[in-house]
């Protein structure tokens, strides 16, 4: 039996985790829902235990032997994606709930959570996403499990593309509020990375702010796209105000919608944090800069 169990592992995130892991050889299970598609788990050799947030009696035998529990699970992507069963407060609040549990009632000692950074304790009154966040936080840390959190800033594949309304096929972006705010982009390879190192080292840190090295504004963004394109891109600003209001009228009727307009104003308002979490790890970051041109290139050969 695997000591390592990674819920989340045919996500973005927990994806690329499932494959430095497999590269090296460290044995883990994967836990996928009956549904998921798990073909490149199965062509890696991995070990699947099969369950669900929403169903705590099967995580119990999901997570049997486990020592590590890691988890990149959310319900915010696949809800947005039109998925009718799964939400913010059944998978990010009760389901994280249950998986804690489950891993106290397996005897594992360590638990790897992926949470996020602009947890305000304004930010979490006003979004679910970061509600359910801060829950299983306090959750974990009152439990008897060793508790590795991780708080990654904005994920350069998220926040610097499409999803967030930088279309530059398009020549158009999406400015969130002033648009003035450094922030210091993290690549998701770069944070799975740091979540296989503290799910394998002997003494993890209990909490660790994961950044990127350099922190740009989101004009800053556009204007590396306009450079690196060599053309203007038009602007579409989308004011605090907005933002906030949209978040207080929709957290009750449409929390997952609401989560991604507080997530954004909270990127306009917070601090910059750095690299300095992942240096700590050994890990040199890559650059958001880096990933703009890398986009402009791929769109120059379409």
Not at 13 to 30: D, T, Y
Not at 46 to 68: F, I, M, Q, S, W
Not at 74 to 99: F, H, K, Q, T, W
Not at 236 to 261: C, D, K, N, Q, Y
Request: some cysteine; proline content about 6%.
């Amino acid at each position: 039996m695997s000591e390592i169990v990674l819920c989340g592992a045919t996500g973005d995130l927990g994806g690329r985790i499932a494959v430095r892991l497999a590269e090296r050889r460290i044995p883990f299970r994967a836990l996928v829902r009956p549904r998921s598609d798990t073909t490149a788990l199965r062509a890696s050799g991995v070990e699947l235990g099969v369950g669900d947030l929403t169903d705590p009696p099967g995580l119990d035998r999901a997570l049997a032997g486990a020592r590590t529990v890691v988890t990149t699970a959310n319900g915010l992507g696949r809800s947005m994606a039109g998925a009718r069963d799964v939400s913010i407060e059944r998978v990010d609040r009760d389901g994280n709930a249950a998986l804690v549990r489950a891993a106290e009632a397996a005897g594992a000692e360590r638990f790897v959570f992926v949470s996020a950074q602009g947890m305000t304790d304004a930010m979490v009154d006003l979004v679910p996403f970061f509600a359910a966040k801060r829950a299983t936080e306090q959750l974990l840390q009152a439990s008897s499990l060793q508790s590795v959190i991780v708080r990654p800033a904005a994920f350069q594949e998220t926040w610097l593309g499409p999803q967030s309304g930088i279309r530059p096929e398009k020549r158009l972006a999406v400015l969130y509020g002033r648009g003035r705010t450094p922030l210091p982009y993290v690549a998701e390879d770069d944070v799975a990375e740091a979540c296989v190192r503290l799910a394998t080292m002997d003494d993890p840190p209990a909490e660790l702010d994961l950044g990127g090295p350099e922190a740009l504004t989101r004009r800053e963004v556009v204007d590396a796209f306009e450079h690196a394109l060599g053309a203007r891109i038009r602007r579409i600003v989308v004011p605090r105000p907005v933002l906030a209001f949209g978040t207080r009228a929709l957290r009750r009727r449409r929390p997952e919608l609401a989560s991604i307009l507080g997530i954004a104003l909270s990127m306009d308002v917070g601090e910059e944090v750095g690299a300095e979490g992942l240096r700590a790890l050994g890990i040199e970051p890559r650059a958001a800069s880096a990933h703009i041109a890398a986009l402009a290139r791929a769109l120059a050969r379409t």
